[in-house]
């Protein structure tokens, strides 16, 4: 929220830019940009009221040209909006899977003509922001899903199989990700798939334990059965970069085929 709210303030017309995330049926503004006071500091809107509170209820951005006189929305937060001398807001709420998760605000001190490429830029910032939270959602659901060590050695055939692909499709989200929190949660995760495989394992060697990240992507790739073209096209690489991180793996873990590299790679705990 708040690297979205500061590249807003910085490529937007609007010199104010404020945002939080709902909880409880309420937006906290947690993140604020250009304002010249503190008046919409900790600001917490409910849903339905004022013009983001409208906007969360809508599922749609709300725009009040002349907030002030605006007659459309409930005026709870006056108070802050004016106080801070804004004049003209738009509130576009961050929506996932159909549901309002947050909200941000882009302000000006005075009236100013809003159109779609004025806007466009929170719009886009809404997205990658709904994008994230889908992406926490999903790892949420998959690390309280995870098998323990513990319970791995009862999975049937159909299970493992389905772990292994859990584990695939957890590299490709991680490749995709660059918030460091999520991809930390996402390696808790592809840690607990993997010890599945770690019940009576060898112990790996150093060169083992340095498969980089890709070359462990396309081998994980490798043990549902994919093709280098079909790799490619899910890591969005290029075939021939894809045989070549294969090659390397394949070389560390001391394999001379794919499939020998997956058997070794499974012994040695780094996949499920």
Same mark, same amino acid.
């Given at each position: ?29 947690? +993140?604020? %940009?250009? &304002?010249?006071?503190?008046? !919409?500091? /900790?600001? @917490?809107? =409910? ?6 509170? *409208? ?70 910032? +809404?997205? %990658?922001? &709904?994008?994230?939270?889908? !992406?926490? /959602?999903? @790892?949420? =659901? ?6 323990? *060590? ?72 490798? %043990? ?49």
């Amino acid at each position: 929220m708040s690297r979205a709210v500061d590249d807003l303030a910085r490529t937007t017309r609007f010199p104010v830019v404020f945002g939080g995330l709902e909880t409880g049926g309420a937006v906290t503004v947690s +993140a604020i %940009a250009g &304002a010249r006071s503190h008046a !919409i500091d /900790d600001l @917490v809107v =409910r849903t339905g009221r004022g013009l983001g509170g *409208a906007a969360m209820v809508e599922k749609r951005p709300r725009l009040a040209l002349d907030y002030r006189t605006a007659r459309s929305i409930t005026h709870d937060y006056d108070r802050a909006i004016l106080g801070e001398g804004i004049a003209t807001l738009v509130a576009v709420p961050i929506m996932t899977a159909g549901r309002a998760r947050g909200i941000l605000y882009c302000g000006s001190w005075s009236q100013a003509p809003v159109g779609d490429a004025v806007v466009r830029p929170a719009f886009q910032a +809404a997205d %990658a922001i &709904a994008t994230e939270l889908r !992406i926490r /959602d999903e @790892v949420q =659901r998959r690390l309280s899903l995870a098998p323990t *060590a513990e319970t791995a050695a009862g999975l049937s055939a159909a299970a493992r199989e389905d772990l292994r692909e859990s584990f695939a499709e957890l590299r490709t989200i991680a490749a995709a990700v660059t918030d460091p929190e999520v991809r930390g949660r996402i390696a808790v995760i592809e840690q607990r798939l993997a010890a599945v495989a770690r019940d009576g394992a060898e112990p790996a060697t150093a060169a083992e334990a340095q498969l980089s990240p890709r070359e462990l992507d396309v081998l994980a790739c490798c %043990a549902l059965g994919s093709t280098n073209a079909q790799i490619a096209a899910t890591l969005d690489l290029k075939e021939g970069t894809v045989k070549s991180y294969l090659q390397a793996a394949m070389a560390k873990l001391d394999a001379s085929t794919r499939h020998a590299a997956v058997a070794r790679a499974r012994r040695i705990g780094l996949l499920p």
